[in-house]
């Protein structure tokens, strides 16, 4: 005991480490409580934070201030409708398509199954088959129950995001317009002695804002890059497979792994064991190996250095804790906590 109140002696007698202290467990407590009605507001916040990078990049070029935030703000619009009208529909269409063809690949799959014990039957048993497929069905069924629900709450759902797609615009423009009004708003309620707190958000911005874009430029490249590659070889799902591919850089290491298997079961049950799904699998190894050792690098030159054990930590830690958005910010968070701790 005595060693630990040594420690906070040491550590909590400065006046900046308790404001700094106090700030992060306001913010904490606010997301955790308030987190799902503040939604558009904290998600207005973290796109304008991505905007305003590009920005101050043209206001380096000279271009005034509200000019900049004017195209900047124009161009995001452009893109997201884009995306709404005209890429979404698509990958709607395509995971129609997945659905309608789930029976067809579940026959196929169970008729593959009841062949191995035939082939390999030192290593399993027609029992442990029936066991598997028994299971294989009740997770189908569960699925199936869960996308009803879905499907049932979904007016609601739409609703909420029509709500969403007016507000956050809106809000996202008003923050890259008066984003210096709203410091000096809030500086007002800052102690005044606060350089810890100024010196480790000046230390996570420059971290976490190089971060984010990159990851949102890795995520449209590879996107895109899977898409022409899937079209060009002919896959049945290649928009839907494309924007998997082009997700699954969100989560180091980990995506990587899991996307493997629905793009190898895409080519498997359209072409079967053929020299097409050997292409397919040879074609997105190389979009991989180009991620990983050519593109990624590029994009995060000495923004993120953190080990990749404490970054799979915190893809665990806080994906377990908020879910998609956890995983998407485990990195920034993980950068957070290393300032903190310095």
């Known amino acids: 005991m005595k060693v630990f109140f040594e420690w906070l002696k040491r550590h909590f007698n400065d006046p900046q480490v308790i404001i700094l202290f106090v700030l992060l467990i306001f913010g904490t407590v606010v997301i955790l409580t308030l987190g799902k009605i503040l939604t558009p507001l904290l998600a207005s916040v973290i796109i304008a934070y991505l905007l305003d990078g590009i920005v101050e990049r043209l206001r380096f070029w000279r ?3 509200f000019m900049a935030v004017l195209i900047v703000f124009l161009s995001f619009m452009a893109a997201l409708l884009f995306l709404l ?5 698509k990958i709607s269409y395509q995971i129609g398509q997945v659905v309608a063809d789930l029976p067809a690949m579940v026959a196929r799959g169970q008729a593959q199954l009841m062949h191995l014990p035939e082939r390999y ?6 029992d442990q088959i029936t066991r598997l497929m028994r299971y294989f069905q009740t997770e189908v069924a569960r699925w199936g129950q869960h996308a009803l629900s879905f499907s049932i709450a979904s ?3 739409i609703v909420t995001f029509l709500v969403y797609l007016l507000l956050v615009p809106l809000m996202v423009f008003f923050f890259l317009k008066d984003k210096d009004k709203i410091f000096k708003w809030a500086q007002r309620f800052m102690p005044p002695n606060n350089e810890l707190s100024d010196r480790v958000w000046r230390q996570v911005d420059r971290q976490t804002g190089k971060y984010i874009r990159g990851k949102f ?4 490249i590879i996107w895109g890059t899977s898409y022409v590659v899937f079209s060009l070889i002919d896959l049945r799902y290649a928009m839907l497979m494309g924007f998997i591919v082009g997700i699954s850089v969100l989560v ?3 995506g990587v792994v899991v996307v493997t298997f629905p793009v190898a079961l895409a080519g498997y049950f359209q072409w079967g064991i053929s020299s097409e799904l050997l292409t397919l699998l040879v074609a997105y190894g190389v979009i991989q ?4 050792n050519l593109l990624a690098p590029l994009l995060f030159s000495e923004v993120v250095d953190l080990h990749p054990v404490a970054i799979i930590a915190a893809v665990l830690v806080f994906g377990g804790i908020w879910g998609f958005w956890g995983v998407f910010f485990a990195i920034p968070l993980a950068t957070l906590i290393e300032a903190v701790l310095s």
């Open 85 to 89: 009208f005209g890429l979404m529909p």
């Open 252 to 254: 180091p290491y980990v």
């Open 155 to 157: 007016v609601r759902g």
């Open 289 to 292: 190996l180009i991620d990983g």
């Open 63 to 65: 271009i005034p201030r």
């Open 121 to 126: 039957p030192e290593f399993i048993s027609q």
């Open 217 to 220: 430029w890795e995520t449209l």
